[in-house]
């Protein structure tokens, strides 16, 4: 509820603190004395747009501060929680409005857009007047007023989770099968590529291993002379080799007998004939290397130019051909799986779209009940205020082509204010006395599930008298058993059922050596409230007559 409230420089108010509690509370005065600039103060710190015409003359700028008392679970803390704004037990709203037309807010002393601040007004509080532009009459809210009186949040919240995994399902095929037709388009290209790369058979390192082969190839003439010259001189006539076995033979058979001495000699002719013959080996090995062969050649100069010709045709380095092949297989492998996850895709999304028409239209049936429960709760409010002749009715336009995350349905109040006439939205049959009275019986309806914690009603009293002007005393008192309610009230059978009581007047004021027409507010204790009360009873002059009818007002209220 609302605690407190501060004002500083707003129109005739220099300086105002006003400490609000439970139960209802009345403002009463002279018209002109300051009431609507109360309510202008409060609505511009729930987010009302800001005028520079508020700031009192002379000021630089004007100050509203608002303090909020809420229970822990308010949604208001879920709000500034997504906001980034720290909020924990007491909420303090502080609205600024500079003389040049700026204005700034701050919840707890952080900084905060006008559009935050307007959203959370919503979640404090409601003002209800004869020209009210709020919840109620706003068609938008219609529907969501009508799921909190009937309790079906759980239903609506259904929905809008099948509404978005339907969205989801829908757009997860719309992705897949965009990627699919793009593969498809490409389809033909990826067969004929892969099929390409597939004859090719290209190999990680084998450009450099085939340009190497034919680089010796085309040098071959020049290594086979130099080995030639080799196996010439390892060959010698013939008979070198011959005579080095024959003299390690006989050596060999002499060396038992000579003590050791002999035995460095046969191992280094052993070595030379070993290395003469590994030697002769690897000239060999090397001159069968060097062979020219002409074909041979033709067919390495024939693949380095497929491979390189296939390089460029697909931009990549021949290393990678081998890659771009595994590439290519993939995403016609996937393409064959796309085509089949197609079809799951828009399995799920019909399954979606079915699981949320179900839901839907239960809720519509849902809705549909609950508003004839409704319906009747606000008839039998309106006799008492002098609406007898009026009927409510809760409009249903329910169709599958205006789907969405709240349903198929179109929900607003609409009246008849006369017997035989056709339902009409509030605005356009009601005046504004009856728009407020229908306000104020939709509003006891509706109060105990769809309802800010604080209720401030405006004059919603104006024109009507005794009976009428007593009923409406008795819903605002009935109102504020649950919430916080604030009344700006002419009508003494309202005042004399407030649990608080607050005289707003105008004083002269002297400041800068002038006298100036101040706003103050007063808390009456009990005989000065029986004093207003018999004021607004008689008028100007108070009468006896008039005390006693105001005390007789306060006794029957007790």
Do not use: C
């Not at 002499?254 to 052993?270: P, T």
Request: without cysteine; aromatic residues 4%; glycine residues 8%.
């Amino acid at each position: 509820m609302l605690t407190a409230l501060s004002i500083r420089d707003i129109v005739l108010i220099d300086r105002l603190d006003v400490t609000l509690g439970q139960g209802l509370t009345v403002f009463t005065g002279e018209t002109g004395a300051g009431k609507s600039i109360l309510l202008d103060s409060l609505g511009l710190v729930l987010g009302a747009r800001g005028d520079a015409a508020l700031v009192r003359k002379g000021a630089d700028r004007a100050v509203v501060t608002a303090a909020f008392d809420l229970r822990p679970d308010h949604a208001a803390f879920a709000l500034l929680a997504d906001s980034g704004i720290d909020a924990d037990g007491e909420l303090v709203i502080r609205r600024i409005q500079t003389v040049d037309g700026r204005s700034r807010a701050t919840i707890n002393e952080q900084p905060a857009s006008v559009s935050l601040l307007r959203q959370l007004g919503g979640l404090l509080a409601e003002i209800h007047g004869q020209h009210d532009d709020r919840a109620l009459v706003d068609v938008a809210n219609h529907r969501q007023l009508l799921d909190a009186y009937a309790g079906l949040d759980r239903q609506a919240e259904a929905v809008v989770a099948a509404w978005r995994a339907w969205r989801e399902a829908e757009q997860a095929l719309a992705t897949h099968r965009g990627k699919l037709e793009k593969a498809v388009a490409e389809r033909e290209y990826l067969e004929h590529a892969a099929d390409e790369l597939r004859k090719l058979a290209a190999e990680p390192g084998e450009e450099d291993g085939l340009a190497e082969r034919r680089a010796l190839m085309m040098n071959a003439e020049q290594f086979a002379g130099a080995l030639e010259e080799a196996a010439q001189a390892l060959a010698g006539d013939g008979t070198r080799t011959a005579s080095l076995n024959a003299a390690l033979r006989r050596l060999e058979r002499r060396q038992a007998e000579a003590g050791g001495r002999l035995d460095a000699v046969v191992s280094a002719l052993d070595r030379v004939l070993v290395e003469i013959g590994e030697a002769e080996n690897a000239v060999a090995e090397a001159q069968r290397a060097f062979e020219y062969d002409p074909r041979e050649l033709e067919r390495i100069e024939e693949r380095l130019f497929a491979l390189r010709a296939a390089s460029r045709k697909y931009k990549v380095p021949v290393d990678e051909l081998s890659v771009l092949l595994e590439r290519f297989e993939t995403e016609l492998l996937n393409l064959t799986r796309g085509e089949s996850r197609l079809g799951d895709l828009a399995e799920n999304a019909a399954a979606a779209r079915q699981r949320y028409f179900e839901l839907a239209h239960e809720l519509s049936n849902s809705r549909k009940a609950a508003a004839h429960g409704l319906d009747e709760a606000v008839m039998a409010e309106l006799p008492p205020l002098k609406l007898e002749r009026a009927r409510f009715l809760t409009d249903f336009a329910t169709s599958e082509d205006q789907a969405g995350p709240h349903g198929l349905d179109r929900v607003e109040f609409k009246v008849a204010a006369n017997p035989g006439a056709d339902p009409a939205p509030l605005m356009k049959v009601a005046s504004g006395g009856e728009l407020a009275r229908f306000m104020l019986a939709l509003k006891v309806v509706l109060s105990a599930r769809a309802s800010a914690p604080t209720l401030i009603f405006d004059e919603i009293d104006t024109g009507v008298g005794g009976a009428v002007a007593d009923a409406i005393g008795q819903r605002l008192a009935r109102l504020a058993e649950s919430l916080q309610v604030l009344a700006v009230t002419h009508s003494p059978q309202v005042a004399a059922r407030a649990d608080g009581h607050m005289l707003v007047a105008k004083r002269e004021q002297a400041e800068d050596g002038e006298l100036r027409m101040v706003t103050r507010i007063d808390t009456l204790d009990e005989t000065r409230r029986r004093e207003e009360i018999a004021r607004m009873l008689s008028g100007a002059t108070v009468t006896d007559e008039a005390r006693a009818q105001a005390e007789r007002l306060l006794i029957g209220t007790e």
